[in-house]
């Protein structure tokens, strides 16, 4: 692989410095190396070729004899030759070499190995294969219970109008301004209802204790309300309304705890639910991390094998190319000895004329 155009324009600059080459100089090699696969690019051994044609071309001109030396040609030549073996490669040969006796006993390693390894393989294949059908058998994931805000917020609102106006009546009545007391009987009307409403509702992940509790409190709450409103009572209308409010709040207390119980099932059966495809999910990913394991270190063992061909290939493939590039380095440093050879007639004509 040489460039033809570089030797005639080297040619065409020694006519101009005083004569004309002779016309049966030798062209240069041009095949050589053309597609190597030693371990440099094309570009490499152009330039290799070119430092050898260099080299041709100054031996003969720091000779000064136009007749030239082919005993010089002739070492020229040799000195070429060794070079090109020194960038080519060598057959594999692990009876001689102690590099490729390594690489050998590797490859023969992980072809004995890989079999065992991807027998190994099947254990975890299996049993990732279980372990997803075992998850797959709970379905999709439960949706976690929440609060049912519009029922806690009607709850509490049932509750604080009931509770707003008793407090108004016996505790702010008199607090100065009208709107002064309501507005303190509401805030606590609203804050009450809050705090029941929450007691029943809000405490579905609490356990039961917190559940009891919000129960209870919610129904003494209105069995004092009850009292306070007997002791204002002075008419029977006014009796009834005591009663009638006790009853309200009683009920709304009773709904809300049923909501409440229903959440508390809800979220049972949830967390059950989630623990058992937490825990399968977990063997799950057990099962897969060892699978991986297993398929990595198949994949390591038919990757030393795949690059041991790989290799042995290359090297037989570079062998196979060392007498091309050989050849493409006698012929260049004999190109660029003729080419001196020329270059030197030229000016021995340029001088005589």
């Known amino acids: 692989m040489f460039n033809l155009g ?7 600059n020694a006519n101009n410095n005083g004569g004309n080459s002779p016309a049966s100089a030798p062209a240069p090699a041009s095949g050589a190396g053309a597609t190597s696969v030693m371990g440099s690019s094309a ?4 330039v290799f070729q070119t430092d050898i044609f260099e080299h041709g071309r100054r031996l003969a001109l720091t000779a000064g004899d136009p007749r030239g030396d082919e005993t010089k040609l002739s070492a020229a030549e040799d000195h070429a030759e060794a070079m090109a073996r020194e960038k080519g490669a060598e057959v594999f040969d692990s009876a ?14 992980a072809k004995e190995e890989l079999p065992e390894a991807r027998e190994r393989v099947k254990a975890p294949q299996e049993e990732v294969r279980k372990r997803r059908d075992a998850l797959a058998e709970l379905g999709e994931l439960l949706a976690r219970p929440m609060v049912p805000w519009l029922m806690f917020a009607f709850g509490s609102f049932l509750i604080a109008l009931t509770v707003a106006p008793t407090l108004h009546d016996f505790f702010f009545l008199d607090a100065g301004d009208a709107r002064q007391g309501w507005f303190f009987s509401v805030v606590a009307g609203t804050m009450a209802g809050l705090l029941i409403a929450w ?26 309300l009850l009292l306070i409103r007997f002791t204002g009572a002075r008419t029977t209308v006014s009796l009834m309304m005591a009663i009638g409010l006790a009853i309200l709040e ?3 207390v009773l709904l809300l705890d049923w909501i409440g119980r229903g959440l508390r099932r809800k979220q049972a059966e949830w967390e059950q639910a989630n623990k058992a495809y937490s825990t399968r999910l977990a063997y799950l990913r057990a099962s897969e991390a060892e699978l991986a394991c297993r398929q990595g270190e198949v994949t390591k063992l038919e990757k030393v094998i795949t690059d041991f ?9 570079q062998a196979k190319q ?14 660029g000895y003729h080419a001196g050879l020329a270059e030197l007639e030229g000016r021995y004509r340029g001088k005589v004329s």
Not at 43 to 46: E, K, M, N, Q
Not at 96 to 109: N, T, V
Not at 309 to 317: C, D, I, K, M, S
């Open 322 to 335: 060392v007498e091309s590039l050989v050849r493409g380095a006698r012929q260049a440093v004999r190109d």
């Open 199 to 224: 007691s029943l509702v809000g405490t579905f992940t609490s356990g039961t204790g917190f559940h009891w509790m919000g129960l209870v409190a919610g129904l003494l709450f209105g069995v004092a």
């Open 96 to 109: 001689s070499s102690r590099h490729d006796q390594i690489r050998e006993e590797e490859w023969a390693r």
């Open 43 to 46: 570009d490499a051994i152009l």
């Open 250 to 252: 009683i009920a709304v």
């Open 309 to 317: 061909r790989e290799h042995v290939f290359q090297r037989e493939h």
């Open 6 to 12: 570089m030797h005639k324009r080297r040619s065409s």
